[in-house]
């Protein structure tokens, strides 16, 4: 057994012909990246990349020089289907996004959709990612929970949301921007009410890493003395829910 263990770890860290690696990296702290992600990274033939230019930085750090392939919103339906291309020639390909899990708000899905309906191997290289480090340390329940990317843009859509989920069982996730999470959140108040309980965490793994947990108009309150400026995850606890 241990034999099987040790075979297991090694290989781990050679990618291998014709597959794809979905390889997590820091979503601010470069120590979080795992020697393994290292490793595929390294040694992969190609990296597809949402913006080379960030890419190249984080490889820079590392001591690497690979060639980078942009894969991003923009061009991610075409770009999925050269890519398997490519895989299915027998190249290994990792694909990254500028920071946490690729396919969560980031490119990768369509990649991945496209490795798995030709048969493509698809290896997870898991890591950093903001809603999971978010649900972890924010005291709200994990025992389930919705996901739910970005909220609409639109103020009305936002409204809508929070009242079709004003009695959901389990904790919503979200991310929101920068721009938008101090209306956001005098939406939630306004719509569930002051003492639904909430989180808001701003730059996690960052030197300005916040988590503000509480009553919807507490956290209101503080936000409004906070800088808006970085990347935010927004956890709504259901309604029965006492801190």
């Not at 946490?100 to 991945?112: H, I, K």
């Not at 030709?118 to 340390?137: D, E, F, H, K, N």
């Not at 709200?140 to 079709?164: C, D, H, Q």
């Amino acid at each position: 057994m241990d034999d099987e263990t040790t075979v297991t770890a090694n290989t781990s860290l050679t990618p291998q012909p014709g597959h794809l690696y979905v390889v997590a990296t820091p979503i601010g702290n470069l120590a979080d990246l795992t020697d393994r992600a290292r490793a595929i990274l390294a040694a992969v033939d190609l990296i597809a990349c949402e913006d080379t230019r960030t890419t190249g930085a984080l490889l820079a750090r590392l001591g690497l020089h690979k060639e980078l392939v942009p894969y991003h919103e923009h061009n991610e339906t075409e770009a999925a289907e050269k890519l398997a291309d490519l895989l299915a020639t027998g190249q290994s390909v990792a694909v990254v996004s500028d920071a946490g899990t690729p396919a969560l708000s980031d490119p990768g899905f369509r990649l991945v959709r496209a490795c798995r309906r030709r048969a493509l191997p698809v290896v997870p290289v898991p890591g950093p990612s903001a809603l999971t480090a978010v649900l972890s340390a924010s005291g709200l329940p994990t025992n389930g929970f919705l996901y739910v990317g970005f909220l609409p843009p639109k103020s009305a859509a936002r409204i809508a949301f929070f009242e079709k989920h004003r009695d959901f069982d389990y904790t919503l996730a979200l991310y929101e921007s920068c721009h938008r999470i101090d209306k956001a959140v005098d939406e939630l108040v306004a719509t569930l009410g002051p003492t639904r309980v909430i989180c808001v965490a701003k730059e996690v793994t960052k030197l300005h890493e916040n988590f503000l947990v509480g009553s919807a108009a507490d956290v209101q309150a503080r936000l409004a003395k906070t800088s808006l400026k970085g990347e935010f995850v927004l956890l709504v606890a259901p309604g029965d829910f006492v801190l």
